[in-house]
């Protein structure tokens, strides 16, 4: 049975940082490219960022390039969300994902993925 867990969400202030985890068991993380979405109220699910498999290629939307760094460690099956400058507009429920493959395509579609974390809520107050 495949998990995606994700931690480290909570109420900052703007201007402050998180670092959001996402753990994986189940499934072989190395053949995965790991990425993370977030969905407001009222709004769609959208695309954070995304890591390949070897941490050789990241991708990130216009809205956080420049404050959010993602990374993994698949010696503990994890990839990580570092979230710096956080501001209102970052308030969101935040959602780990794993898409089969090892290419460098970009994967910003929630469709491209195929297994989900439960999501972790990350409140910004101005």
């Known amino acids: 049975q495949v998990r995606v867990v994700e931690t480290g969400g909570g109420l900052v202030q703007a201007g402050d940082s998180l670092r959001l985890s996402c753990t994986t068991s189940g499934l072989t993380f190395s053949l995965f490219a790991m990425g993370w979405f977030r969905q407001a109220p009222g709004k769609d699910r959208e695309f954070v960022s995304v890591?390949?498999?070897?941490?050789?290629?990241?991708y990130y939307s216009g809205s956080v390039k420049g404050r959010f760094t993602i990374s993994r460690d698949n010696s503990k099956d994890t990839v990580y969300l570092q979230m710096n400058e956080l501001n209102a507009e970052d308030t969101a429920v935040y959602y780990c994902?794993?898409?089969?493959?090892?290419?460098?395509?970009?994967?910003?579609?929630?469709?491209?993925?195929?297994?989900w974390g439960q999501g972790t809520q990350v409140t910004v107050s101005s």
């Open positions: 890591i390949t498999w070897d941490s050789g290629v990241t």
């Open positions: 994902a794993a898409a089969y493959g090892r290419g460098d395509i970009l994967r910003d579609s929630p469709a491209q993925y195929n297994y």
